[in-house]
Every structure is written in structure tokens, then in C-alpha cells.
T-cell receptor, first 113, second 113 residues
Framework: NAGVTQTPKFQVLKTGQSMTLQCAQD?????MYWYRQDPGMGLRLIYY???????DKGEVPNGYNVSRLNKREFSLRLESAAPSQTSVYFC????????????FGDGTRLSIL | GENVEQHPSTLSVQEGDSAVIKCTYS??????FPWYKQELGKRPQLIID?????GEKKDQRIAVTLNKTAKHFSLHITETQPEDSAVYFC????????????FGSGTRLQVQP
């Protein structure tokens, strides 16, 4: 049972490039989330998807877009990467709403030069 | 929206001593309070959680207490061991509205052998 799988694990981009971070879960969870973690800080919510077919903005959505492709997959896209988006990105999933345990992937370490 | 404050930011204890980390939250509607442990370069892992209908919960050397009136909750680790060294995050959420976790800024716990 893989849980939450994120790809890639590491990526270096140049300013202005675009890329998509992939996340897939095999736990039949309804809700999925994207967080970013900057040094010395907690995780901040970028976007979330309460159920298949719905997405909503979190605390820090600017510069990002998401797609809930199906129940298993939730992708995060950077259209024009900026150095301020250098961070570690975590995907998480949970069975239901915000009052259920969230399971995290291993993270994507993204550097933008 | 919800705001979670966490103290202290760093904590150093001797092996065998107890460690206490405290968090306060702002949204009285929050009803779920998990604690995550994150080792260097790894994913956050859930270690214990508590819901608002419970005042205290224990799991071996770890306990969490919740004071709904004061809107604060605490993590207690007894008989600390070097492998407890990590960054610990508290979080809060609710089952309605934006059903996602709001994290504290983290506490770096160092257990000295």
C-alpha cells in the first residue's frame, strides 16, 4: 500500500518555466490538499479539493493552479515559476473533511533559480 | 480564518525529562487538533490527535490536552529519548467551511543524551 505518492522528488527550474507536480493516493480518500513548507515555518495550504470535481483556494494560492483529475490524482501547476516559489511541496489526503487525519506524501523539493 | 500559534520555537531537554509544547487557536469552531512529527527531510507524520469532545488523550509516552474555553492545547512527551528529536507541529481544523488544517510554526525538540 503506497499511500500518497508525489512526483518528482526534486526539481530545479529557471524563472519563468512551468511545471506540474503530481500527486496520487491509493486509499480511496475523498479530500486532497497541497501545502508548501518554507524553512522554519509550518505548512501553508495552497489549494484543496474536498471531493472529486471540486477545488478551492487556500491561504497562498497566487501563482498556482490545480486539477483534480479523478478521485486518486490531484496535480499542482506552476505556470510561470518565480524564486519566491522555492519551497518543499507536500500533498496530503483524508477520508472526509477537515476533522479527519491527513496522510502526507514524501514531498517535492523545488528550487527556482 | 483560523490562526494557530505555537510555543516554544525550540526546546532542548535531557534524555528522560519531559517536554511540553503549547498551541493556541483563534476559531472557536475548530474541533480537530492533530500533532505531527517531522524528521529532517521527511514527511510530517501524525503522532496523536484529539477532538473537541475530549479533554485529554494518551498514547504511551505521548499525551495531548485540550482546553476549549481558553482555546489552547498542549503536547506532553514523557521519558524523552534521543529519537524524539524532531520538529513537532500542531494544527487545527473544523469539519465545515474550509475543511483543511491550519498549522502552527513548529517546535524543534532536541533531546540531549
Amino acid at each position: 500500500n503506497a499511500g500518497v505518492t508525489q512526483t518528482p522528488k526534486f526539481q530545479v527550474l529557471k524563472t519563468g518555466q512551468s511545471m506540474t507536480l503530481q500527486c496520487a493516493q491509493d486509499m480511496n480518500h475523498n479530500s486532497m490538499y497541497w501545502y508548501r513548507q518554507d524553512p522554519g515555518m509550518g505548512l501553508r495550504l495552497i489549494y484543496y479539493s474536498a471531493s472529486e470535481g471540486t477545488t478551492d483556494k487556500g491561504e497562498v494560492p497566487n501563482g498556482y493552479n490545480v486539477s483534480r483529475l479523478n478521485k486518486r490524482e490531484f496535480s499542482l501547476r506552476l505556470e510561470s515559476a518565480a524564486p519566491s516559489q522555492t519551497s518543499v511541496y507536500f500533498c496530503a489526503s483524508t477520508t472526509g473533511g477537515g476533522d479527519q487525519p491527513q496522510h502526507f506524501g514524501d514531498g517535492t523539493r523545488l528550487s527556482i533559480l | 480564518g483560523e490562526n494557530v500559534e505555537q510555543h516554544p520555537s525550540t526546546l532542548s531537554v535531557q534524555e528522560g525529562d519531559s517536554a511540553v509544547i503549547k498551541c493556541t487557536y483563534s476559531d472557536s469552531a475548530s474541533n480537530y487538533f492533530p500533532w505531527y512529527k517531522q524528521e529532517l527531510g521527511k514527511r510530517p507524520q501524525l503522532i496523536i490527535d484529539i477532538r473537541s469532545n475530549v479533554g485529554e488523550k494518551k498514547d504511551q509516552r505521548i499525551a495531548v490536552t485540550l482546553n476549549k474555553t481558553a482555546k489552547h492545547f498542549s503536547l506532553h512527551i514523557t521519558e524523552t529519548q534521543p529519537e524524539d528529536s524532531a520538529v513537532y507541529f500542531c494544527a487545527a481544523s473544523k469539519g465545515t467551511g474550509r475543511r483543511a488544517l491550519t498549522f502552527g510554526s513548529g517546535t524543534r525538540l532536541q533531546v540531549q543524551p
